[in-house]
């Protein structure tokens, strides 16, 4: 009988083992099982399967590669009172404007917001100023600002005035994003951006540098998003913003729609109906980030002129 001791201390400590190795398992699964709860709040675009938003389905050929960055910072529409949404930019954003491809209307209208794009090209971080003495008092309720391609050089100046467009919308959300780095000096942009988010609790943070670093996103020029780039931008735009807080979706007029300055980056596309439409509201965020999109109810179908023949330029 004693020779079987050995044997019997062998298998209470394999049973011992395999319990410990169960009650790592189930503890690691209810970990990942909140994990994957935190993301689908988050909605930052690390759930599998998230390859769109809205009414804008990101291109066959970037749906299964593109990796969409985390955002800094809390999404907007869990800290915006209300869903007036104001878009502040140069040709990049133009680009997606109504009287271009409309995509930035098409992708966040379904998530709840009514969107002002206001964009014109070539413009720098003054143009942003200029925008909210003209149209902050049209009452938004959250905002997104992208301008930084076009910089003079001087980081001081830019950071000026950078904060000075977000204190002026603070209390507001403001979802700030950062440039591609097709030249050195984009850097120190991004840097400021940084900087100015830490020094205020109103602004996060979209990693653009990042994401338009990635094969497909940008044309020819490193600086401008190419046409599946612009589906990729306000698909990024959406998971940054999340849901608005309520529900119905419009598109709404702009007052910033000169394109002299333009030249051709500017797309060579136009909507022949503007997107201004009433929205159903979403039903969930899972409805959302699953990829389901919502038919507009009604359409105001007043004719977008297509772009005219703009001088040439290198500036965004």
Same mark, same amino acid.
């Given at each position: 009988?004693?020779? *079987?001791?050995?044997?019997? *201390? ?13 009650? $790592? ?30 009414? /804008? ?25 209300? +869903? ?13 404007? +109504?009287?271009?491809? #409309? ?11 009514? /969107?002002?794009? @206001? ?5 720098? %971080?003054?143009?942003?100023? @200029?925008?909210?003495?003209?149209? $902050? ?28 467009? /977000? ?34 609790? +109103?602004?996060? %943070? ?10 497909? %996103? ?5 600086? *401008? ?16 913003? #999340? ?21 051709? @980056? ?7 109906? @503007? %997107?201004?439409?009433? /929205? ?37």
């Amino acid at each position: 009988m004693r020779s *079987h001791g050995p044997q019997r *201390h062998l298998k209470l400590r394999q049973r011992v083992f395999v319990g410990v190795v169960m009650a $790592l398992t189930a503890t690691a699964c209810s970990a990942d099982s909140a994990s994957q709860s935190s993301s689908l709040l988050d909605g930052i675009g690390v759930i599998p399967g998230i390859d769109f938003v809205g009414q /804008v389905t990101l291109p066959p050929t970037l749906a299964s590669s593109i990796k969409f960055p985390p955002i800094q910072g809390p999404l907007v529409g869990s800290v915006a009172k209300g +869903n007036r949404l104001l878009v502040i930019g140069d040709s990049i954003i133009a680009s997606t404007a +109504n009287r271009y491809g #409309g995509e930035m209307c098409r992708a966040l209208l379904p998530l709840g917001w009514q /969107v002002a794009v @206001e964009a014109e090209p070539s413009r720098f %971080v003054q143009f942003g100023r @200029e925008v909210l003495r003209e149209r $902050l008092s049209d009452g938004w309720d959250a905002a997104v600002v992208f301008l930084g391609t076009n910089y003079t050089g001087q980081i001081d100046k830019y950071a000026s005035d950078l904060t000075a467009i /977000v204190t002026s919308l603070n209390p507001r959300p403001v979802l700030l994003l950062t440039t591609s780095l097709f030249r050195d000096r984009q850097k120190e942009v991004n840097g400021a951006i940084a900087s100015v988010a830490s020094a205020n609790e +109103n602004v996060s %943070v979209l990693d653009w540098a990042s994401l338009s670093s990635q094969s497909g %996103v940008l044309n020819r020029d490193k600086i *401008h998003p190419s046409p599946d780039g612009r589906a990729v931008l306000v698909t990024a735009i959406g998971k940054g913003l #999340g849901p608005a807080p309520t529900q119905q979706g419009k598109c709404l007029s702009s007052k910033f729609t000169d394109d002299s300055a333009g030249g051709d @980056e500017m797309p060579d596309v136009a909507t022949t109906t @503007e %997107v201004s439409a009433t /929205v159903a509201p979403v039903t969930s965020l899972t409805t959302v980030l699953s990829g389901s999109s919502t038919t507009p109810s009604t359409t105001e179908s007043t004719a977008s002129a297509s772009p005219t023949s703009l001088p040439t330029t290198t500036t965004p």
